[in-house]
């Protein structure tokens, strides 16, 4: 091998552990390993976010729509801090990313220096499972591998601080002896699940029930078939947490959608009316939409014992891989003769589909958001990534695509940082060259960082073997969430000193870059912008003028709540009723058949 500095050691190692992508900003802080990449001929090649957020974004983004590990790189100081926050995102969900960052030389440490930042007291919360500082050049093979390791076998973000120093040292690797620690590449994972004992004990809870409702999050991912057949014997519903939404395909008429706050009627009502829970994969933190803690029994699988047993007071714990723990239950399951429980959840969900087609129909000033995105679910490519952004498109994400095929999507679900839904798609696509993107972002989170990103769009496209990545903008000029936020939970009118957005053009920016560009006014509009998007030669932004007066009000929620709703939006104004009903007719619409119509 010809490298000879550390740093050129560092991108060999990366290419020998199969990194193909390191999303970053350069600094100076990291000139040595610039300068190899430079001797490397870009390998493995370097994606240059428009900044280190956005890089780490991209990371976790690359990481969660091909499976692989995603790579960041920063230079010292201010490089370092700005990539936190998509680091946290990668801890909250579970991803592996690896971070490089740059450190000052280490004869000025300790000497309030330039860029001189405590990077191992930053990092030990968000790269709390590994975060080390490469002293020597022996130091660096052990301490990249265990950082890659750590990162797959935890689904955490890890970090190396690499002085600038040490970047530009003669490599020489650890040798055989005293307090050298050599190190060996490659990892082959177990097939992991419970012993025969517990498996027994899940199926025998499973099989006394009698209304069985199972919850599938990320960690299902993979078990598809596996899930299909578990419910089916036990004459289950299957709800999806945010981030497992992806799991399982929307088309089986058993599939109750998405659950909690921005969840969907029909798992709400299974939650509240099973006697037995089945929980696989997934850390869903929210317990008001569980079944109440005396109502059912119930079983979790979960590979990560971190995060067994503690949503809801589970009989039956199994740590375990998902599809290999549900394929030693089978066996064990005695299929339901009475199918009453499944045939009224299936009436459910197929009346829940029809109410989601009415309420994108409401007329609205301009456009309905949630025709927005009812247009895009019929239009779909099967192989499409969707990514949404942190806002109100979350709640008609979750609730009004419905995905099928081979279908990803994807948002920051536990985090719920805003800024994410541009750099997850790019991280996406830089991923999978071949197959179509989407994000669905509103204005706020474009005016944080989308409008930057657009131009690592027009930085990349040509590369791509599908150009198609379309950007839609809900365009409301409104922090439209958090203003909905306030009037439900708060009973506060908007405060548009904090909510009200500047207006700009994003069609006009997005053209000025090269991207076609397409703006959308009415909504007969919509459909037509979207075919263009799927047939267009390059990326598209979508700029479409939202209603902000449509609220995101969660289907199970109460027609007081609603009401509670309807009233801090009037605020006394009996003008703004005419803007109430639409917030409130489709609510009433889908009350009124369960409800006293008084």
Known sequence: MAATKVADYLLHRLRE???????GYPGDGINGILAAW????????????RHEEMAAFEAVGYA????????????????????????????????????????????????????????????????????????????????????????????APTALIIP????????????????????????????VRADDRAIRRAADVLNAGEKVAILAGQGARGAAAELIEVADLLGAGVAKALLGKDVLSDEHPFVTGSIGLLGTRPSYEMMMGCDTLLMV?????????????????????????????MRYPFEVNLVGDAAATLRALIPLLERKTDRSWRDSLESKVERWWETVRMEA???????????????????????????????????????????????????????????????????????????????????????????????????????WLD??????????????????????????????????????????????LGLQAISVNKPEEIGPAWD?????????????????DMPPIPPHATFEQAKATAEALIGGDEDRWGVIKKGVRTKMQEFLPHRDQS
């Open 64 to 155: 969660k729509f091909t499976g692989r590990l995603g790579v960041c790189a920063a230079t010292s100081g201010p490089g370092a801090i700005h990539l936190l926050n998509g680091l946290y995102d990668a801890k909250l969900d579970h991803v592996p990313v690896v971070a490089i960052v740059g450190q000052t030389n280490r004869t000025a440490m300790g000497g309030s220096y330039q860029q001189e930042v405590d990077l191992l007291s930053l990092y030990k919360d968000v790269a709390s499972d590994f975060v080390q500082v490469v002293n020597v050049p022996e130091q660096l093979p052990n301490v990249l591998d265990r950082a890659i390791r750590v990162a797959i076998a935890e689904g």
């Open 361 to 463: 129909r409401v007329e609205a000033d301009p456009i309905n958001p949630m025709l927005l995105f009812h247009e895009l679910s019929e239009r779909l490519p099967n192989d499409a990534i969707v990514t949404a952004d942190s806002g109100s498109a979350a709640n008609w994400y979750a609730r009004n695509l419905r995905f099928r095929g081979d279908m990803r999507g994807s948002l920051s679900g536990t985090l719920a940082t805003m800024g994410c839904g541009v750099p997850y798609a790019i991280g996406a696509k830089i991923g999978n060259p071949d197959r179509p993107v989407i994000a669905m972002v509103g204005d706020g989170a474009m005016q944080m960082n989308g409008l930057a990103e657009l131009l690592t769009i027009k930085h990349y496209w040509e590369d």
């Open 17 to 23: 552990w199969g990194v193909e992508q390191v999303f």
């Open 467 to 512: 150009p198609r990545l379309v950007v839609a903008v809900l365009h409301n000029n409104d922090l439209n969430q958090v203003t909905w936020e306030m009037r439900a939970m708060s009973g506060s009118p908007k405060f548009p000193q904090s909510q009200t957005l500047p207006e700009l053009d994003y069609a006009a920016f997005a053209a000025s």
């Open 281 to 309: 994969g997934s850390s869903f933190p929210y317990t008001q939409f569980m079944p109440e803690l005396d109502q059912a029994r119930g079983v979790q699988i979960d590979n990560n014992a971190r995060q067994i047993g």
């Open 164 to 191: 600038a120093d040490v970047q530009e040292l003669d490599y020489s690797p650890p040798q055989h002896a005293f307090k050298m620690v050599p190190s060996s590449l490659g990892i082959d994972w177990p097939e």
């Open 38 to 49: 430079s001797r490397a001929g870009d390998q493995p090649r370097f994606v240059q976010a």
């Open 532 to 548: 263009r998007a799927f047939a267009a030669d390059r990326p598209t932004v979508l700029d479409v003028r939202c209603d902000p």
